[in-house]
């Protein structure tokens, strides 16, 4: 099970989206604003955003 927080390796300073896999649901967070809370998923909802985002729909996707 994955615990720590990951960013992308292009992210610099505070601006920066931080995830972590934890107990089947990814996790994301702002690096530089981590208090201000966690935004859950589930693994299949976190596929579907990846997707969305590859194929450049991701500004399509209901909430």
Known sequence: ???TWRSSSFAT???????RV?????EL???GHAEQGTLVLSR???QAFLA????????????
């Not at 300073?13 to 995830?19: A, C, D, I, L, S």
């Not at 934890?22 to 990814?26: D, K, L, M, Q, W």
């Open 1 to 3: 099970m994955e615990t």
């Open 13 to 19: 300073g505070t601006e920066r989206v931080e995830w």
């Open 22 to 26: 934890e107990a089947g649901r990814v």
């Open 29 to 31: 967070r702002h690096g």
């Open 44 to 46: 299949a909802e976190w």
């Open 52 to 63: 969305a985002a590859r194929s450049g729909q991701a500004g399509a996707i209901a909430y």
